[in-house]
């Protein structure tokens, strides 16, 4: 009862957190944030340019406030020379505190980032950086790149331990950012992905009027820009439902993603949990009180009546639930670090030891109690007194044979759990093994933006290293992890077009991953600008019979000369299928690629960090192929690891449950036992007899399983363009274990009553 009842807490405390995003703030309903978008380029964000919500507020009538955000990874907060590297450094406008509800420690919110060079910190900050939080006044350097400024101290928040979308170590002024970072503007219309822009609209706001009069704004201001050419539009959405919308945005990890496929399926997972604990408590309090019939017949000769055999039952099973709780909370703090590895959250403790939630969980703890002893309470309170005495079961549920029923539900839960485990796994199995169409083992990834001019010099002293096999620059890497798509079209042909991957690529970059060539060439050196290789869906795309030396259209204005066509590879996770592709050459230098001798690895890594710090001061970003390919399949691995988990607490309640039914089974059939062994029966005989009914029950039980497992992983694995078939392998297997499973949980019990002294079973009659 205590496994189950924590493993239903863990999930129920997941639920309700996702579900709690931001509900605590004072403004939530009048909250909405901006996305802009464009059909052009198949592409959606959370993003929009800097100056847009400013003009909105200015021009359009139902916005009241705005809030523009800014999170920024290379921000470096310096005290004294020592140096403090925080996740969440934020650049917002003043109006952050009076959307976002924040509770002060130290100062106020109404001047907190009045000044360009004032800072609010958090309070888990203040004591890392200065030991306390009486800090007003102090100061600290802020530090992006080469460029650092010196902010006062005006306030100090509460560390945010809600479910919220903002949960900051520092917020610094938007202006700050405009003179440490030359990549921000705060007049630049035409930069798209600069800023989170978020709303306070009053009751009665028009949004499909702000939305069209956001495009106007922006297109107006965009007129005379010749690089301007996609049709951007504006989505206003309310707070509460950005959560669940977030998922597409690849390029914007800190957003919350709510995805209820996972909320419906984890939901699923508690109430089957529950229901085997209260299936074993069933069977296995069945099974104690087959052996107190004397005590149940006794109380009802003496004249107790069926509601107080009842009472007594449900009373006695409330108190056992109830004992389960304690053990089920230790249980929950002994899993839960493991829990929210599988559901990807960090789950403050303060948010589920409230009153309320422990509330809720005696509430759902009693219950439980009730559902589960009522069943033994209407069928002990009924039972005639005399068959008591003569251990004669014949009840209603005996009739039905629901011991056989509930212990079937156990199974088909389980044996359900083995083959979708078995599903994910060969699933994920072959994400590892399919040829993507290039190179993908020994190979790590450099990004260069913090060394912008000296790109060549880390290269060249890289290269005659003797565990580095291959260098080369490029901009973009496969697998396209974060690429949009664009409008591509044939320049002959403009009707001929389709929606393209384009990734920006270096040189020598298709060579070094072994990309394979049919058409034309690989560019080495040179002048390859608006050069292109297409793949050999793209060619099918556009008509083309051979494209080399043929011109395509971007945008319908840019062209590119194709200069060579590759085989088809997997732009992108095994999710899609193969897609057109136009690879765009050039001089690009913002990544640099590796490709390494594994034999050499860590003395390949010392040297490349010691070869970054003769050129920069700034961290470097190493990511390694494998582990880019892996974080495309996070999901998958975090819910296969989840249904494993399940999976191993179904079969111990299942086995615990099948135990209480063996039990009770050998109980109720001791004399028949006793006069089968004194007439010859031997002890493997007696043990087939009692397992012949546990095996049939699981042939039935794996009737019912096998499509309804079938049906649910087949949903599943329609997320992918490349999935395993669900043969007739992975059911023999699942078989297999579910009969080893329930074979060692019975023989057991089974062995031990067939080589019972028969005199013992029968010296009462």
């Not at 560390?159 to 520092?170: C, G, N, S, Y």
């Not at 009751?203 to 702000?210: C, H, L, Q, T, Y």
């Not at 639930?321 to 403050?348: C, G, T, V, W």
Request: glycine fraction near 4%; hydrophobic fraction near 45%; aromatic fraction near 12%.
């Amino acid at each position: 009862m205590a496994i189950g009842l924590a493993v239903s807490f863990c999930i129920i405390i997941y639920i309700t957190h996702e579900l709690s995003y931001d509900k605590h703030l004072e403004n939530y309903d009048n909250i909405y944030r901006v996305d802009s978008h464009s059909s052009d380029l198949q592409w959606r964000q959370a993003l929009t340019n800097i100056p847009l919500a400013a003009e909105a507020k200015r021009t359009i009538p139902g916005i009241d406030n705005f809030v523009r955000l800014r999170k920024d990874s290379k921000a470096k907060l310096i005290l004294d020379r020592k140096e403090f590297k925080f996740d969440n450094t934020y650049f917002a406008d003043p109006s952050v505190f009076d959307i976002f509800s924040f509770d002060f420690l130290r100062g106020n919110h109404t001047a907190a980032l009045s000044d360009p060079y004032s800072a609010v910190i958090t309070e888990s900050t203040a004591r890392k950086c200065f030991g306390n939080t009486d800090i007003i006044g102090q100061s600290l350097n802020v530090q992006i790149d080469s460029n650092s400024a010196t902010v006062i101290i005006t306030g100090v928040i509460k560390d945010e331990k809600m479910p919220a979308t903002l949960v900051p170590d520092a917020i610094l002024p938007l202006e700050l950012i405009y003179k440490l970072d030359k990549f921000y503007k705060p007049d630049d219309w035409f930069a798209l992905q600069k800023v989170h822009t978020y709303l306070y609209l009053s009751e009665n706001a028009d949004i499909k009027k702000i939305e069209k009069e956001l495009k106007i704004i922006n297109d107006d201001k965009n007129k005379d820009n010749e690089g301007f050419v996609i049709n951007l539009e504006f989505s206003v959405i309310p707070l509460r439902d950005t959560y669940f919308t977030n998922e597409g945005y690849a390029v914007i990890p800190w957003l919350p993603i709510i995805n209820f496929e996972n909320i419906f399926i984890y939901s699923g997972i508690a109430i089957l949990i529950l229901l085997l604990a209260c299936i074993n408590f069933i069977v296995l309090t069945s099974a104690r009180y087959s052996v107190r019939n004397t005590e149940i017949g006794v109380r009802k000769v003496i004249g107790a009546k069926r509601t107080d055999i009842a009472r007594q039952l449900i009373t006695e099973s409330v108190l056992t639930s109830i004992l389960a709780l304690p053990l089920a909370l230790i249980f929950i703090e002994l899993i839960f670090s493991f829990f929210e590895e599988i559901i990807n959250r960090q789950i403050h403790s303060s948010f589920y030891t409230s009153i309320y939630f422990l509330a809720g969980f005696i509430v759902i703890n009693f219950l439980v109690g009730i559902i589960s002893g009522s069943y033994n309470a209407l069928t002990y309170s009924r039972m005639n007194t005399i068959n008591i005495f003569k251990n004669k079961f014949n009840t209603f549920g005996s009739r039905l044979n629901l011991k056989k029923v509930l212990i079937s539900f156990q199974m088909v839960v389980f044996i359900s759990l083995i083959i979708s485990t078995l599903v994910l796994n060969s699933q994920l199995k072959l994400t590892h093994e399919k040829d993507l169409g290039f190179d993908t083992e020994n190979f790590l990834e450099i990004n260069c933006w913090t060394i912008d001019g000296k790109q060549e010099v880390f290269k060249n002293s890289l290269s005659s290293y003797p565990g580095i096999i291959d260098i080369v620059f490029t901009s973009s890497t496969f697998p396209y992890t974060r690429g949009n798509r664009y409008v591509v079209s044939s320049a002959d042909n403009p009707e001929r077009n389709g929606t393209f991957g384009c990734p920006l690529v270096g040189y020598d970059y298709p060579k070094l991953i072994n990309m394979l060539l049919i058409k034309g060439e690989f560019p080495t050196s040179g002048n390859y600008k608006r050069k292109a290789i297409l793949n050999e869906t793209a060619v099918k795309e556009l008509g083309y019979d051979d494209p080399v030396g043929k011109y395509i259209l971007l945008f319908n204005s840019i062209r590119l000369e194709v200069i060579g066509v590759v085989k088809d590879f997997n732009l992108n996770s095994l999710r899609d299928a193969i897609r057109p592709v136009a690879i765009r050459i050039g001089n690009f230098d913002s990544r640099l690629v590796i490709k390494y001798d594994p034999a050499k690895v860590e003395e390949t890594m010392k040297f490349i960090n010691n070869a970054w710090k003769e050129v920069t001061s700034e961290p470097i970003y190493i990511t390694f192929l494998d582990e880019k390919i892996n974080q495309m399949y996070n999901e998958e691995y975090r819910f296969s690891k989840a249904i494993n988990f399940f999976t191993i607490i179904a079969i111990i309640i299942a086995a615990m449950g099948l135990f209480g039914v063996v039990l009770f089974s050998t109980q109720q059939r001791t004399k028949e036992i006793g006069i089968r062994k004194i007439l010859g029966a031997s002890v493997p005989g007696i043990v087939h007899l009692v397992i012949y009914e546990f095996l049939v029950i699981l042939i039935a039980a794996f009737i019912i399983a096998a499509p309804l497992s079938y049906y649910f992983m087949n949903l599943w694995l329609q997320d992918f363009a490349y999935r395993i078939d669900i043969g007739f392998g992975i059911y023999m297997l699942a078989a297999t274990l579910a009969f080893l499973i329930i074979v060692s949980t019975v023989i057991i019990q089974a062995v031990r009553a067939a080589r019972a002294n028969p005199v013992e079973s029968l010296k009462y009659e």
